[in-house]
């Protein structure tokens, strides 16, 4: 009898200083050796993105933060594709010759990748991002003038046909900053990523369809002493091909339950067909997580993956998870788990069946 598809969802929040992940894409080497190990890998823009670096990796689905909350929740589903039209918006507030460097890493997409882009928008006004850092140290930020992205999105879906959404945005240059120093160093918050969760966020909300976000920045000076963690968002003009190469399979959603009487509906993937779902220990109260253990997925809460914002334990919440040191005990587990087999019958110290007392 075939068994179904084994499905795992990795998560690690944008924003809360996780010491993998919180990175520039250094999460990316646990999504590649996750997706070896099951049929379907469910995770999200910044465990995939690495600015001009990234991986193909074909069962990967890679679902914006907004997105994979609703897919958590039940609401939404997951429909994979073989290849989206990307529509690219453009902050007007991004400068000539910025914006050209964004222009031509789209071509090169084009011409060395084989992605499918359409036309694209400059928004018009500009969007006016703000960073902002919590009382707690999570990084969050604002955008100025929200309407003007969706009115950009709403014509490259309407007019170009875009199945999936990139947007560049001017941020600010914060140079100075001891937050980005440390960031730099390998310590404390990228102080973008909450900031890029609004704007996709939004997107996603408006119009259901996949959306990510890169922000447009002047070059920093050279530092010898950069964290090589860090590393990846230094290596030129623009953080941009890895988030068109992620769009250009993202899934799309599936917004009424109605549509599994079409014909692509037995692709669909629901809540309920998630696994496992792997997750920085102090990492627990997300939604996706909190919608996903009422559905009966495993939990693996991983020790050595620290979070410095927030920390929150699946103790704290009453959730029955599985703790585990590191992603490399995580990946035997979840091999067990495939397996059919009993964590406990891999340990020498397997103890005896007890007997029950009938009421």
Not at 271 to 279: C, H, K, N, R, S
Request: charged share 15%; proline share 6%.
């Amino acid at each position: 009898m075939n068994q179904p598809p084994y499905t795992v969802v990795l998560i690690v929040p944008t924003g809360v200083g996780a010491s993998i992940g919180g990175y520039a894409g250094d999460a990316l080497p646990v999504a590649r050796a996750i997706s070896q190990i099951c049929d379907r890998l469910i995770t999200h823009p910044n465990v995939l993105n690495g600015a001009q670096l990234y991986w193909n990796l074909p069962n990967a689905l890679y679902v914006e933060g907004y997105g994979l909350d609703k897919f958590a929740a039940g609401c939404w589903g997951l429909r994979p594709v073989h290849q989206n039209r990307v529509g690219l918006i453009l902050d007007q507030g991004i400068e000539t010759e910025l914006r050209l460097r964004h222009l031509q890493a789209a071509d090169a997409t084009r011409a060395t990748l084989g992605l499918n882009l359409t036309d694209y928008v400059i928004t018009d006004a500009p969007l006016n991002v703000e960073l902002r850092m919590a009382a707690s140290g999570a990084s969050w930020g604002t955008i100025g003038n929200p309407d003007s992205l969706l009115r950009a999105a709403q014509v490259l879906i309407e007019q170009a046909r875009a199945e999936a959404i990139a947007v560049v945005v001017r941020f600010p240059d914060d140079t100075d900053s001891e937050a980005l120093e440390a960031y730099r160093h390998g310590q404390g918050v990228d102080a973008l990523a909450g900031a890029e969760a609004v704007i996709s966020h939004l997107v996603v909300r408006s119009f259901q369809v996949p959306c990510a976000h890169a922000p447009a920045l002047m070059p920093l000076s050279l530092d010898p002493n950069l964290s090589p963690r860090s590393a990846a968002e230094e290596l030129g003009y623009t953080f941009l091909p890895c988030v068109l190469v992620g769009l250009s399979r993202a899934p799309q959603f599936v917004v009424r339950r109605n549509d599994l009487l079409s014909p692509s509906s037995s692709r669909d993937i629901w809540a309920e067909e998630v696994d496992a779902i792997v997750v920085p220990a102090t990492a627990c109260g997300g939604k996706a997580l909190l919608s996903l253990s009422q559905c009966g997925s495993k939990i693996i809460a991983v020790e050595e993956n620290r979070t410095s914002i927030m920390p929150v334990t699946p103790e704290m919440l009453g959730l029955k998870a599985m703790r585990v040191h590191s992603y490399l005990e995580a990946l035997g587990l979840m091999v067990a788990h495939r397996a059919g087999i009993s964590a406990d019958a891999l340990s020498p110290s397997l103890s005896s069946l007890h007997r029950l007392p009938l009421c």
